[in-house]
C-alpha cells in the first residue's frame, strides 16, 4: 500500500515563499506521475502541477512561471516550490501518485493560507 505524507504548509504574506513537500512509502512502480494539486476554499481540487518519473512537467496557467515542482525518485519525494505567492492559492495542498491508467493515490493535505 502506498502513503503520501506531505509537509510544509503554513501561513505567509503575499509575495513570500513556501516549499512544500511529500514523501511516498510503499511499493512504489517506477513508472509513475507525482505531484500537487490544491482546493480552495469552496471550490473542488484542481491541477497545480505534476511530473513524471522521468522528468515531464506539467503546470496549471495561475501557477506558471511562480511554482517549481521537482523530485527525488531515490528518496521517493516530490517537492513544490511556491514563490510570489498570492491570497489566491490559499488552499489545501495535496500529493498524488498516479500510474498510467489507475486512480492513483492521495496525501491528506497541507493547508497553506496567503494573507493580502
Known amino acids: 500500500q502506498v502513503q503520501l505524507v506531505e509537509s510544509g504548509g503554513g501561513l505567509v504574506q503575499s509575495g513570500e515563499s513556501l516549499r512544500l513537500s511529500c514523501s511516498a512509502s510503499?511499493?512504489?512502480?517506477?513508472?509513475?506521475?507525482m505531484g500537487w494539486y490544491r482546493q480552495p476554499p469552496g471550490k473542488e481540487r484542481e491541477l497545480v502541477a505534476t511530473?513524471?518519473?522521468?522528468?515531464?512537467?506539467n503546470y496549471a496557467d495561475p501557477v506558471k512561471g511562480r511554482f517549481t515542482i521537482s523530485r527525488d525518485n531515490a528518496k521517493k519525494m516530490v517537492f513544490l516550490q511556491m514563490n510570489s505567492l498570492k491570497p489566491e492559492d490559499t488552499a489545501v495542498y495535496y500529493c498524488?501518485?498516479?500510474?498510467?491508467?489507475?486512480?492513483?493515490?492521495w496525501g491528506r493535505g497541507t493547508q497553506v493560507t496567503v494573507s493580502a
Open positions: 498524488s501518485l498516479k500510474y498510467p491508467a489507475s486512480p492513483g493515490y
Open positions: 510503499g511499493n512504489i512502480y517506477r513508472i509513475n506521475t
Open positions: 511530473m513524471t518519473n522521468v522528468g515531464n512537467t
